[in-house]
T-cell receptor, first 113, second 111 residues
Framework: EPEVTQTPSHQVTQMGQEVILRCVPI?????FYWYRQILGQKVEFLVS????????KSEIFDDQFSVERPDGSNFTLKIRSTKLEDSAMYFC???????????FGDGTRLSIL | EDQVTQSPEALRLQEGESSSLNCSYT??????LFWYRQDPGKGPEFLFT???AGEEKEKERLKATLTKKESFLHITAPKPEDSATYLC????????????FGTGTKLQVIP
């Protein structure tokens, strides 16, 4: 069964540094998403991406964040000038749109020191 | 703003002891309600989608139902491998693709 893959599984970064999280969505999906989950809290929406542009973003997704689909298979989340409060699990998801469920990867655990 | 409230926060069952998890939601127009299972250190794993009140879906020991205000996930004769956090999420019909999650119910099934 096709799945969403994310790399790395764990990223440790010094505060103030830039980090790029990578995702390979399911190949025939058209919509891509990033969510985050702070330890012990709920999964929160960050951004959705369709047709090479952001279709929706939350208040969390400020100028510190950016997304890109650099080629036909990868989808990335860049966080500039990381802060301690950026420490969380970051999940990538994809679907074919409409009412279809989103399928999630196993996440990248981001630890900011 | 869409809201999802799940109860109880945690549930401990003996193997074989059936129970139900509750998901109450507020959404401007429901496009879909989703149930996911999340194991520790893993991403949410899709279980069911429900679209309209009265709809039911089943998979093995799990059955999901939907009303206009709530959804229930019924677990019949659970086994220890059913232990996980069960997440409820909603998508509204406003043309947007994001889903809003609840905080989940952590289920522990004891042999």
């Amino acid at each position: 069964e096709p799945e969403v893959t994310q790399t790395p599984s764990h990223q440790v970064t010094q505060m103030g540094q830039e980090v790029i999280l990578r995702c390979v969505p399911i190949s025939n999906h058209l919509y891509f998403y990033w969510y985050r989950q702070i330890l012990g809290q709920k999964v929160e929406f960050l951004v959705s991406f369709y047709n090479n542009e952001i279709s929706e973003k939350s208040e969390i997704f400020d100028d510190q964040f950016s997304v890109e689909r650099p080629d036909g298979s990868n989808f990335t989340l860049k966080i500039r000038s990381t802060k301690l409060e950026d420490s969380a699990m970051y999940f990538c998801a994809s679907n074919s749109g409409g009412n279809q469920p989103q399928h999630f990867g196993d996440g990248t655990r981001l630890s900011i020191l | 703003e869409d809201q999802v409230t799940q109860s109880p926060e945690a549930l401990r069952l003996q193997e074989g002891e059936s129970s139900s998890l509750n998901c109450s939601y507020t959404v401007s127009g429901l496009r879909g309600l989703f149930w996911y299972r999340q194991d520790p250190g893993k991403g949410p794993e899709f279980l069911f989608t429900l679209y309209s009140a009265g709809e039911e879906k089943e998979k093995e020991r799990l059955k999901a139902t939907l009303t206009k205000k709530e959804s229930f996930l019924h677990i019949t004769a659970p086994k220890p491998e059913d232990s996980a956090t069960y997440l409820c999420a909603v998508a509204n019909s406003g043309g947007y693709q994001k889903v809003t999650f609840g905080t989940g119910t952590k289920l522990q099934v004891i042999p």
